[in-house]
C-alpha cells in the first residue's frame, strides 16, 4: 500500500477521524446475531468470504465456560495436530503456513461488535478461548465489565491453583473488577501525593507502609490469578508487573539500608504505575515508543552534525572564554595569582560574570586600567567553555534547542570578535532549523502512519461489517421472512435508550411549557428573539462592554472608575433580560438544549450575583467572570468558535496526550524533588552569595513543577548550571538530558496531534449557524439601507456594491449560506491567486501586448488608448475611463498635432522602461542607496568627507527614482502604475525621498521623521529578485488568510490580558534602593519619606513591561507567549501583594499558575491554530500549482526536477580496467568495497583524534596528536595518489573523489601554510583553522553506506532553493530592520542585552540584534533599553529610547521572523517529506526501467516472451527473481500481445505487486508508472507527435487545394 504524504493526510483528517468513530460504534443488533448464529448456510457463505476471523464460534452458544471438559477438548485438539505434524515429518511434506492470533481478539482489547453483549453470567468467569488460534493451547479468556479480553494460562498458577480452583477464580474476579482497580489507581494518586510532602510527618511512615504493603496485595491477587513465570499470560510475562516487583522490593530496601540520592529515585518509581493503570496513557506510551523506533536515522544524523561541528567549534573556541578584563598588573605581583584572582576582574554594574574581551579589532574592549589578559575560569560556574569535547558538544546541543544561546553568543563575540559570526549563522541554521525540522518530520510521518493503520483498521471493519450485513438481507429475501428490522439504525438505537416514566412527565409538565404556545405575547417574544437585529444588538453591546472592560487601568481617577462600574451595570442588566428574554420566548425544554444559552445564563447569574456581593470582601474574584463575556462572540465568529473547539478537543479526544505529558512533568518534578532537594539546602551557598535558594529549584515540589515546567518550554541550561554546581555533574547531565528528550518528545507528539485535529472543517451546530445567519442578514440590511440613502442624496440610481459580497463568501450562493463556514467579520477579501500578481517591472512589460479586448470596445468612441489590434507598441490609455468622462482635454484625440508626439514619446517610454540594462542600472542604483544607508552610523558625523558625499548620492538616487516613476507614469499611464502593489510600494519609497530631499534642503523640521523612512528603500528589491518576490507573494496571501485568525486569537490574549489587569494593575511597583544603605521598606508612603529624606537613589519604580492597562499586558503576553522574558513577569507576579505596597520575595506562589495556564491555552493552542492555517493556504497553493513549487521560482522549480531526475538515476559510470599489470593490480584494489570502508574508518579515527584535544592539554599530548594527524594526511594522500594512478582521467568523472581531492588539497595547505599563517598574518588565522579543520568532513563517506541517513540529507539538498529564497527574503527584512533601528536607536543608553557588540550603533552591530531576534532571543533584552526614560537615562544627552516605535519595531520584526521561520520550517517538513512518500516505489522503478532498456534499446514497452526469464533474473533485489525460474514466471500469469510479447507495465505491476503487495491500488500504480515511462522517453514520443503533426497539415492543404476531386472520391 502506498504510503500517504502529509497533504493528503491533512486533507481527509477529518473524514479519517469520523471513519474510526463510526467503526468504534458498530455493534450487530439482536435479530442479526440470531440468524448469523443459527444459519448454518449462512456462516458458510460468510466462511468462502474470508470473514472467519470476524465471525464467532458455530452455534447459538458464541459463550462456552471453561470446564473440565475444555481442557480434555484441548488436549484433544493438541493431540491431533502432533500427529499430523508427525506425519507430514514421516512423509517429507513442506511446512504449512503457520496461523497467527486474531488481530481483533488479542489480550486488552474490546469484545468486537460481531460478537453483541453477552450476558452477565458470561462476565467475570473463564470463558472457552474465541480465537481459533488458542483452541489446541491451554489458555482461556475473561471478559471485564467493559466486555475487555484478558486471557489466562489454564495450566495450575504457581502448580497449585488449577483454573477451577476457588481461590484462583475468587483472585481473577478481584484482578478485574473496577472497584479494584479504582482502588488501586487511588493508592497510586495518594502515594503521588506522598511524594509531594516536603518534610514527612509521623503519620506518613505508616501510610507509606499501608501503602507498600497495598502495592503487596496488589502482586498477589495478581500471581494467584496468572500465575508467577511458566507460561505466556503469567504474572512476570508483563513487562509492567516487573514494575511492582521493584517498587516493593526497593520499599524494604530503602528501610533497611541507607541509599542516598538513589532512593529519592526510587522512591518516585510508583508514581509510574499511573501508566498501566490507565489503559488509554499505556497505549498513547506505546505510541510514542513506536514513534521513537523509527527516529533511528534522524537521530544518528543529528548526533553526526553535532559531533562534527563540536569538534570544528572546540578547535575554533578553545580557551577563548577565559580572557577577562583585569587590573594591569604591577612587577610586584604574582602574575598566577594575579590572573586566578576573582578581585582583579572587571565587572560591569549589576553583573556577576566577569567581563570578556578579546585582543583582536572586532572583539570587546576593556575599560581604562585593564587590560585583556588569558585567565581565570569560564563563564557560568565554568560549565560554559569550549575547553574539552563534551563542554563543547554541551554547548552544540544548546544551540540547537536555541536555549540561551544569545548570551553564549554574546560571550563568543566579546572573547574571540564580531567575525565569528558567521559560524553560529552555520550552527544555527544546521543544527537548529535543519536538524530541528527533520526531527518533527520524521515524527510527523510516524504519527500520519500510525494514524493511517488506524484508519484502515477502521475502515476494513466496517467494510467487513457492511458485507455481513448485506448478506444477512440477501438471506432474509431468500427465506421470506422479516426477521430484520428495516428502520434506520438510527431510529432503532434511539428506541433502545431507556427512558424513565417518571423523567418523560415530568419534562411534559415542568419543562415542556406548550400551555403557551398560541399565545400572543410568546409568539411576539420568539419574534424579537429571532430578529436578526437581535443578533446584532447583542453583538454591539458585546463587543462595547469588551470595550469598556479593556479601559481600566491604573491609575484609575475617581470619575473614571465610577464610569466603568455605571457601565458594568448597564451591561449586566441588558444580558440578564437578553437571556430572560430567550427563556420565555422559546421555554426550557429548547433554552437548555442550546450549549450557548446555558453559558449566558451561567454568566448573568454570577454577574447578578456580584451586584448583591460586591461589598462583601474575598468576592472580587467573580467581577472576573464578566470577562468570559468574550466567548459569547464565538457564536457569532467561526474562526474563535474553531479555536475554543480546539481548545476544547485536546481536553476531550486527546485527553490521552494531555494526561500522558502531565504525567511526565509530575514524575521528573517529585524525581527532581526527591534526588537533589537535599543538595540544593545543603550546598545554596555554592551558587548564592547570600545562601538563598534561587528561584527556581528543586528544594519543594512547587518549585520543582515550575522547574520541570520551565524546560518544557525550552530552558533547561540555567537550572542545570545551578543543580551541577550543587549535586555534581553526572546527575544533573543524566537528568536534565532524560528530562530534554522526553519532554520535548511528548510535546511534539501533543503539538503533532492538535495539528491534525485542528477543528478548521468542523461541523458548526445549527444555533451557530442560525446567529451567523441573522447577523449577516441584519448587516445586509444596513448596508443596503445606506446604499439606499446614498443614491438618493447623489441623485442617480442605486447600484449594486460589494458590501454584500464582502459579507458573504466569493462563489457562495444565498441557499448555501447555512451549509457553509465562512468568516463573517471578514471585510476586505482577494481572489487574486499570488502567480498572477506581477512586479511593477512585469506589469509595464505586459501594458502594450496584453491589453484586453473589453477596453478597446468601451472606450473606442473616446479616442483614449485607441489602437488596432495589430499595433502593440502602442502603450495602454493614461488614466482611467472617469478621468476622461470627467475631464475630456485628457484625451489626446482632441488635438491630431499633438497625438502623434504624445504616442511617440510613450513608445520610446515603454522601450526605455522594458529595457534590461535600464532595469539592471536601477536595481543596481538599489542597491546603492541601500548600501548608503547603511554607513549612516554613529560614527558618520567625524567623517566629514563621507557625510557629504552620502549627501549629494542621496539627491542623485532621489532624482533617478524619480525620473524612474516618471518614465513608467508615461509607458504604463496611471491606471497600470496605480493599479499594482508593487508599483504602489515604488511609489511611497519615491515619495518618502523626496520629502526627505526637501526637508534636508528648505531645513523644515516638520518634514525630517520622513528622513528615517528612508529605511524602507531596500524594499523595493523585493520586487527585483524573482526568489524574494515568490516568497513575499506567497507570506503576502498567506497574511489575509490569518488576519481572522489572528484576530481571534488576540481575543483570546485579550481575555488573558483584562484578567491580568484585574490581578496585577499597580502591583509591581517597588522601592528600589540603589544607596549601600539598606532600609527596611514595607509600602509606597514609607519609600517616599526615603526619598523626602535626601535618599536620592531611591525611588518607586515600576518595571517596563506589566499589566497597569490592556496595552502593555498585550506585550507582557506576547513576551510570555514567545517564553522571553516571561520569568521576569512571572517573578514580579508571584511576588506583589496589594497596590502600593513593597513586594515581598514570593509572597504568592500559586499567581505563576496564570502563566502557565497562558502558555498552555494562549500560547500552545493559538501557535497551533496558526501553523493549521498555514498549511491550510500552502495545501490550497500547491493544489493550484499542482506541483512542487511553494516558496520557488520557474527555473529553481526546473532545477528541483533535474535533482530529482539525477537522484532517480542509479546508473554508474563504467570505467574500463586499465591493460598495465601494476595499474590493473591498484585498480582492482581500489574498486574493492572494502577499500572504502577502510579509509572510512581512518576517517573516523581522526574524527575521534579531533575529540580527545582539551585547553590543558600537555606537550607529550599534543606532539601524539599531531603526528597521528600527519600520518592521517599521508594515508589520505596515499589513497587519492593510488585512485589516481589505478582510474586515470576517469577519477574526476565521481564526485566523491573530487571531494576527497580538494580535502587533500586542503590538508596539505594547511599543513604548510599554518605555521607561517599563524606567525605573519594573525587577521586570517580564523579562516586557516576552517582551512585545517576540512578534514574532519571525510567523514562524511559514513553516509555512503547508510540509506536512511543518506535520504535524510538529500531531502535537505532539495530543499535548498525554497531556504535560499525564503532566506534571502528574510536578509532583506532584516537589512531593513537594521537600517531603521540605525536611524531610531543608535544612541540608546546601554543596558541590559544591549552593550558595545549588542546595539544600534554601526550596522554590523544592529545585523547581530537582528540575527538573534530571528529565532525570537533576547528580544525582551533589547526591549528594556529601547523603552528606557528618566532617570534610566539622561533626556539632555540624548540616550533615551523611544517606547513607542520601540515596541512597533520589535514586535513587528518578532511577528515577521516567527512567519518566514514557521514556513521555513513547513517547506522542510511537509513539501519534501511529501515528495519522499510519493516516491516511495520510484527506485524499484528505476532499476527496472535500467534494466528494461537493455532489453528493449528502441523503447517500444515491449519484448519476447523468451527473454522473460532472462529479464528477471538480471533485475536486482528485491524485483529479482533468481534463474532457475520458469515456474514463478509461469505463475505470474502475464497477458501476450501479438507476436508473443510481454508489455512493460504488466509486468512491472506484477512484481511490485509480488514484493509489495500494491494489488488494491493497481489502477493508480498503473497509471503513474506509465507517465514515469513515457517521461523517460519523450524524445521518442515527441518525434512521434511532429510526425503526425507534419502529415495532418499535409493532407489538409492537400484538401484545401482540390476539395472538389477530395469530395469526389469521397
Known amino acids: 500500500m502506498r504510503r500517504k504524504t502529509f497533504w493528503d493526510f491533512w486533507g481527509n483528517s477529518k473524514e479519517q477521524e469520523e471513519v474510526v468513530r463510526r467503526a468504534a460504534q458498530l455493534k450487530p443488533f439482536t435479530s442479526e446475531l440470531k440468524m448469523l448464529l443459527g444459519n448454518g448456510a449462512l456462516r458458510a457463505q460468510l466462511e468462502n468470504s474470508k470473514m472467519v476471523s470476524l465471525l464467532p464460534p458455530a452455534g447459538t452458544n458464541v459463550f462456552r465456560h471453561f470446564t473440565p471438559g475444555s481442557l480434555k477438548e484441548i488436549q484433544r485438539c493438541r493431540e491431533v495436530q502432533e500427529k499430523e505434524q508427525q506425519k507430514r515429518e514421516d512423509e517429507n511434506i513442506s511446512q504449512v503456513t503457520v496461523a497467527n492470533p486474531a488481530g481483533d481478539l488479542e489480550s486488552g482489547k474490546p469484545l468486537p461488535f460481531i460478537f453483541g453483549d453477552p450476558s452477565p453470567e458470561f462476565v467475570n468467569t473463564p470463558l472457552e478461548d474465541l480465537d481459533p488460534f488458542y483452541q489446541s493451547q491451554k489458555v482461556f479468556i475473561v471478559l471485564d465489565g467493559q466486555k475487555v479480553i484478558h486471557r489466562f494460562n489454564a495450566d495450575p498458577a504457581c502448580y497449585m491453583l488449577t483454573a477451577f480452583n476457588h481461590v484462583r477464580t475468587s483472585a481473577i474476579k478481584v484482578l478485574l473488577h473496577s472497584f479494584f482497580r479504582a482502588f488501586i489507581l487511588l493508592t497510586i494518586l495518594t502515594n503521588c501525593v506522598f511524594m509531594t510532602v516536603q518534610e514527612p510527618l509521623k503519620q506518613t511512615r505508616i501510610v507509606k507502609f499501608a501503602i507498600i504493603a497495598i502495592y503487596a496485595i496488589e502482586v498477589l491477587v495478581k500471581v494467584a490469578a496468572r500465575g508467577f513465570c511458566v507460561g505466556r499470560f503469567t504474572f ?70 553535532l559531533i562534527v561541528l563540536a569538534a570544528l567549534e572546540l578547535h575554533n573556541f578553545m580557551g577563548y572564554l577565559r580572557s577577562k578584563c ?426 503533532l496531534a492538535l495539528l491534525i485535529k485542528s477543528p478548521n472543517g468542523d461541523h458548526q451546530t445549527a444555533s451557530e449557524v442560525e446567529a451567523q445567519k441573522n447577523l449577516r442578514v441584519a448587516l445586509n ?348 513577569l512571572m517573578n514580579s507576579a508571584m511576588d506583589s501583594k496589594q497596590i502600593d505596597s513593597q513586594p515581598e520575595y514570593e509572597a504568592n506562589v500559586f499567581k505563576s499558575f496564570y502563566f502557565v495556564f497562558f502558555i498552555i491555552l494562549g500560547s500552545f493552542f493559538t501557535f497551533n491554530f496558526l501553523i493549521s492555517t498555514i498549511i491550510e493556504h500552502l495545501k490550497w497553493q500547491k493544489a493550484k500549482l499542482g506541483a512542487m513549487g511553494i516558496f520557488m521560482t520557474q527555473d529553481q522549480m526546473t532545477l528541483y526536477d533535474s535533482l530529482k531526475a539525477f537522484s532517480q538515476k542509479k546508473t554508474q559510470r563504467s570505467v574500463p580496467r586499465p591493460q598495465n599489470k601494476i595499474q590493473g593490480l591498484l585498480f582492482d584494489l581500489v574498486t574493492k568495497d572494502f577499500f572504502d570502508i577502510a579509509f572510512t574508518v581512518v576517517a573516523c579515527i581522526q574524527v575521534l583524534v579531533l575529540m580527545v584535544g582539551t585547553w590543558d592539554e600537555s606537550m607529550e599530548k599534543v606532539k601524539i596528536i599531531n603526528w597521528i594527524d600527519f600520518a592521517i594526511i599521508v594515508i589520505f594522500t596515499a589513497e587519492c595518489v593510488l585512485k589516481l594512478i589505478a582510474l586515470r582521467r576517469h577519477y574526476f568523472a565521481f564526485g566523491w573523489n573530487i571531494f576527497d581531492f580538494v580535502l587533500v588539497v586542503l590538508f596539505i595547505l594547511g599543513l604548510v601554510l599554518g605555521d607561517v599563517v599563524d606567525k605573519y598574518f594573525t587577521f586570517t588565522r580564523p579562516f586557516f583553522s576552517v582551512i585545517r579543520l576540512t578534514r574532519i568532513f571525510r567523514v562524511l563517506h559514513l553516509f555512503r553506506f547508510a540509506k536512511g541517513v543518506r535520504r535524510l540529507l538529500y531531502i535537505l539538498m532539495r530543499s535548498l532553493p525554497a531556504l535560499f529564497n525564503i532566506g534571502l527574503f528574510l536578509s532583506l527584512i532584516m537589512f531593513t530592520f537594521c537600517v531603521f533601528g540605525m536611524q531610531h536607536f543608535a544612541y540608546v543608553k546601554k543596558r541590559a542585552l544591549m552593550d558595545d557588540v549588542f546595539n544600534f550603533e554601526t550596522f554590523g552591530n544592529a545585523f547581530i540584534c537582528m540575527f538573534t531576534m530571528t529565532t525570537l532571543a533576547g528580544w525582551d533584552g533589547l526591549l528594556r533599553p529601547i523603552m528606557s526614560g528618566p532617570p534610566d537615562c539622561d533626556p539632555d544627552v540624548g540616550n533615551c529610547g523611544r517606547p513607542v516605535v520601540g515596541i512597533l519595531f520589535l514586535t513587528s520584526y518578532v511577528i515577521m521572523s516567527f512567519l518566514v521561520v514557521v514556513n521555513m520550517y513547513i517547506v522542510v517538513i511537509l513539501e519534501n517529506f511529501n515528495m519522499a512518500a510519493e516516491e516511495s516505489i520510484d527506485e524499484l522503478c528505476e532499476m527496472f526501467y535500467d534494466t528494461w532498456e537493455r532489453f528493449d534499446p528502441h523503447a517500444s514497452g515491449l519484448i519476447h516472451s523468451s527473454q522473460l526469464s532472462d529479464f528477471c533474473d538480471s533485475l536486482k533485489e528485491p524485483l529479482r527473481i533468481a534463474k532457475p525460474n520458469g515456474i514463478k514466471v509461469s505463475n505470474m500469469d502475464l497477458p501476450l500481445v501479438p507476436e508473443d510479447k510481454i508489455h512493460y507495465l504488466d509486468l512491472l505491476l506484477a512484481l511490485t505487486a509480488k514484493v509489495q503487495g500494491m494489488s488494491g491500488e493497481r489502477d493508480q500504480l498503473k497509471a503513474r508508472m506509465e507517465e514515469k515511462f513515457k517521461a523517460r522517453h519523450q524524445a521518442i514520443n515527441k518525434r512521434e507527435d511532429d510526425a503526425a503533426i507534419i502529415i495532418q497539415r499535409a493532407y489538409r492543404k492537400h484538401a484545401a487545394q482540390s476539395p472538389v476531386q477530395t469530395g469526389a472520391q469521397n
Not at 517610454?909 to 532595469?919: F, L, T
Open 781 to 1128: 440590511r444596513i448596508s443596503g439601507a445606506v446604499m439606499g440613502v446614498k443614491s438618493q442624496v447623489l441623485g442617480h440610481p442605486s447600484k449594486k456594491t460589494g458590501w454584500k459580497a464582502n459579507l458573504n463568501p466569493p462563489g457562495l450562493k444565498s441557499d448555501e449560506l447555512d451549509k457553509k463556514e465562512f468568516l463573517t467579520l471578514t471585510f476586505v477579501n482577494t481572489e487574486e491567486p499570488e502567480s498572477e500578481v506581477k512586479t511593477c517591472d512585469e506589469a509595464f512589460k505586459s501594458a502594450s501586448a496584453n491589453r484586453d479586448a473589453n477596453e478597446e470596445n468601451n472606450h473606442g468612441d473616446s479616442g483614449a488608448g485607441l489602437r488596432k489590434p495589430d499595433d502593440r507598441d502602442t502603450p495602454a490609455q493614461c488614466f482611467c475611463d472617469q478621468c476622461y468622462r470627467c475631464c475630456p482635454v485628457l484625451n489626446m484625440n482632441s488635438c491630431p498635432a499633438g497625438l502623434k508626439i504624445w504616442s511617440n514619446w510613450r513608445r520610446m517610454c515603454v522601450s526605455v522602461v522594458d529595457n534590461k540594462y535600464i532595469e539592471a542600472f536601477v536595481t543596481f542604483v538599489i542597491l546603492l542607496s541601500s548600501c548608503a544607508l547603511a554607513v549612516e552610523d554613529i560614527y558618520l558625523e567625524k567623517r566629514v568627507v563621507l557625510r557629504s558625499v552620502l549627501e549629494y548620492a542621496d539627491y542623485v538616487f532621489t532624482c533617478i527614482f524619480v525620473l524612474e516613476m516618471l518614465l513608467k507614469w508615461f509607458a504604463g499611464g496611471f491606471k497600470k502604475y496605480f493599479t499594482d502593489a508593487w508599483c504602489w510600494l515604488d511609489f511611497v519609497v519615491v515619495l518618502i525621498s523626496l520629502l526627505s530631499t526637501f526637508a534636508t534642503l528648505l531645513g523644515v523640521p516638520q518634514l525630517k521623521a520622513f528622513t528615517s523612512l528612508r529605511t524602507l528603500r531596500p524594499l523595493r528589491l523585493l520586487s527585483r529578485f524573482s526568489g524574494t518576490k515568490v516568497v513575499a507573494t506567497t507570506l503576502f496571501g498567506v497574511f489575509p488568510a490569518i488576519l481572522d485568525v489572528l484576530l481571534a486569537c488576540l481575543t483570546l490574549w485579550l481575555i488573558f490580558s483584562i484578567m491580568g489587569v484585574n490581578l496585577f494593575a499597580g502591583r509591581f511597583y517597588s522601592c528600589v534602593n540603589g544607596t549601600s544603605m539598606k532600609q527596611d521598606v514595607n509600602n509606597k508612603t514609607e519609600c517616599f519619606m526615603l526619598i523626602n529624606s535626601n535618599y536620592s537613589e531611591v525611588r518607586w519604580h515600576n518595571p517596563q513591561v506589566n499589566f497597569d492597562n490592556v496595552g502593555m499586558g498585550f506585550l507582557s503576553l506576547l513576551q510570555v507567549a514567545t517564553v522571553k522574558g516571561w520569568l521576569d
Open 326 to 751: 583585569m587590573v594591569i598588573p604591577s612587577s610586584n605581583d604574582s602574575f598566577i595569582d594575579h590572573i586566578t584572582d576573582p578581585a582583579n576582574y572587571y565587572y560591569l554594574p549589576g553583573h556577576t560574570e566577569a567581563q570578556l574581551c578579546g585582543n583582536r579589532s572586532d572583539a570587546g574592549t576593556c575599560p581604562e586600567g585593564f587590560i585583556c589578559l588569558l585567565g581565570g575560569p569560564n563563564p557560568n560556574y565554568g560549565y560554559t567553555n569550549f575547553d574539552s569535547f563534551g563542554w563543547a558538544f554541551l554547548a552544540l546541543l544548546r544551540l540547537m534547542t536555541q536555549d540561551f544561546w544569545e548570551d553564549l553568543f554574546r560571550l563568543i563575540l566579546h572573547s574571540g570578535g564580531k567575525s565569528y559570526t558567521i559560524n553560529f549563522l552555520a550552527d544555527i541554521l544546521l543544527a537548529s532549523f535543519s536538524l530541528g525540522s527533520l526531527i518533527v518530520a520524521v515524527i510527523a510521518v510516524a504519527f500520519v502512519e500510525q494514524k493511517q493503520a488506524e484508519t484502515a483498521e477502521a475502515e476494513q471493519r466496517s467494510k467487513d461489517y457492511a458485507e455481513i450485513v448485506e448478506t444477512l438481507k440477501k438471506q432474509e429475501k431468500v427465506d421470506g421472512s422479516g426477521g430484520l428490522d428495516e428502520k434506520p439504525r438510527s431510529e432503532r438505537e434511539d428506541e433502545q435508550r431507556p427512558c424513565s416514566p417518571c423523567c418523560s412527565a415530568f419534562t411534559a409538565i415542568f419543562i415542556k411549557w406548550t400551555c403557551c404556545d398560541g399565545c400572543r405575547p410568546k409568539q411576539l417574544l420568539h419574534r424579537v428573539v429571532s430578529d436578526p437585529f437581535f443578533d446584532l444588538f447583542v453583538v454591539i453591546c458585546l463587543l462595547l462592554n469588551i470595550t469598556f472592560m479593556a479601559m481600566e487601568h491604573f491609575p484609575l481617577t475617581y470619575q473614571f472608575e465610577e464610569m466603568l462600574s455605571i457601565a458594568a451595570l448597564v451591561f449586566t442588566m441588558i444580558f440578564a433580560v437578553e437571556v430572560a428574554l430567550r427563556f420565555l420566548a422559546t421555554g426550557p425544554y429548547f433554552f437548555f438544549q442550546v450549549g450557548w444559552n446555558i453559558f449566558d445564563m451561567v454568566i448573568a447569574v454570577i454577574t447578578v450575583l456580584e451586584l448583591g456581593l460586591m461589598f462583601i470582601s474575598g468576592l472580587s474574584f467573580l467581577r472576573l467572570v464578566c470577562v468570559m463575556r468574550v466567548f459569547r462572540l464565538a457564536r457569532w465568529w467561526p474562526n474563535f468558535n474553531a479555536l475554543l473547539k480546539l481548545i476544547r478537543s485536546s481536553l476531550g479526544v486527546l485527553r490521552r496526550f494531555t494526561l500522558l505529558l502531565l504525567i511526565i512533568i509530575f514524575i521528573f518534578a517529585a524525581m527532581g524533588f526527591r534526588i537533589f532537594g537535599r543538595d540544593y539546602k545543603e550546598n545554596v551557598c555554592r551558587i548564592s552569595k547570600d545562601c538563598s535558594l534561587p528561584r527556581y529549584h528543586m528544594a519543594d515540589f512547587i518549585h520543582a513543577f515550575l522547574l520541570t515546567f520551565r524546560v518544557l518550554c525550552g530552558e533547561w541550561i540555567e537550572t542545570m548550571w545551578d543543580c551541577m554546581q550543587v549535586a555534581g555533574e553526572p546527575a544533573c547531565l543524566f537528568f536534565y538530558a532524560t528530562m530534554v528528550v522526553v519532554t520535548k518528545l511528548a510535546l511534539l507528539n501533543l503539538f
Open 236 to 305: 512476570l510475562r508483563d513487562p509492567w508487573n516487573w514494575l511492582d516487583l521493584v517498587i516493593i522490593s526497593t520499599a524494604y530496601l530503602t528501610e533497611m539500608v541507607n541509599l542516598g540520592s538513589l532512593s529519592g529515585f526510587l522512591q518516585v518509581l510508583p508514581a509510574l504505575k499511573l501508566i498501566p493503570a490507565l489503559p488509554s496513557v499505556k497505549k498513547t506510551l506505546g505510541a510514542l515508543t513506536r514513534v521513537v523506533r523509527k527516529m533511528n536515522h534522524v537521530i544518528a544524523l543529528s548526533l553526526g552534525c
